[in-house]
């Protein structure tokens, strides 16, 4: 797989989980009278597994983009990761929330194409 095709398989898959995460907090928040959800202390440990893993993926998605010449082999830019990082999550969060109107596939093309602007 390509550089592009792995980045917007990578979002695919995370628009997914905030799409099951967004119907299970509607229900929790539609029926809190009905049932109480209690989070045991393992919940954040998992948690951070899942971003580490999330951030290996992209920095293997990155080398990819390197190896492929899409980018150039740099130093990053400070603080470069949390403003990748708040695009794609602020995106995605306004999509499945209906707030921006656009079909999923050009939401995917608009998040490689502004996180590849800022990788250059």
Known sequence: MDFKGAFIEQIQKILFV???AKTLMDAIMNNHHDAFMRFDD???IHMK???EKMNERF???I?????EGVLEPKEPKPY???VIQAIVSGLLYQYVNKEIDISENDLCELVF???LQLLK
């Open 18 to 20: 905030m799409k099951d």
């Open 80 to 82: 470069i990761r949390n």
């Open 49 to 51: 597994q899942i971003q």
């Open 63 to 67: 080398y990819l983009g390197v190896v």
């Open 42 to 44: 393992s919940i954040p």
């Open 113 to 115: 194409t502004h996180v």
């Open 59 to 61: 920095t293997g998605i």
